[in-house]
């Protein structure tokens, strides 16, 4: 089991900024692409942002130009910095790391926007 340390998060309003954080194993964050996804109460889940094993992001339409996702070598973290953000961002926020057929999951953290 991989196991992913989340962090950051918390209550903002709208138009503020946060930042999550996620750690991971070293033997396996190099090989591994990242991302972040999210949950809103009575939605599914979805994909916020990916990083490639080579630093290469995708992002979600609702989020291009206020989110950035960057994956640090050193610290073995994957970062989500949220910029401008809005109440419809309210979620829960999970790290996830791609590795395979195999994905693996952070405990989740809570991000609210108030209005």
């Known amino acids: 089991q991989v196991q992913l340390v989340e962090s950051g998060g918390g209550l903002v309003q709208a138009g503020g900024s946060l930042s999550l954080s996620c750690a991971a194993p070293g033997n396996i964050f190099r090989i591994a692409a990242m991302g972040w996804y999210r949950q809103a109460p009575g939605k599914q889940r979805e994909s916020v942002a990916t990083i490639t094993v080579a630093g290469i992001p995708t992002y979600a339409e609702s989020v291009k130009d206020r989110f950035t996702i960057s994956r640090d070598k050193t610290k073995n973290t994957v970062s989500l910095q949220m910029n401008n953000l809005k109440p419809s961002d309210t979620a829960v926020y999970f790290c996830?790391?791609?590795?395979?057929?195999?994905?693996?999951w952070g405990q989740g953290t809570q991000v609210t926007v108030s209005s």
């Open positions: 996830v790391l791609i590795w395979g057929s195999q994905d693996f």
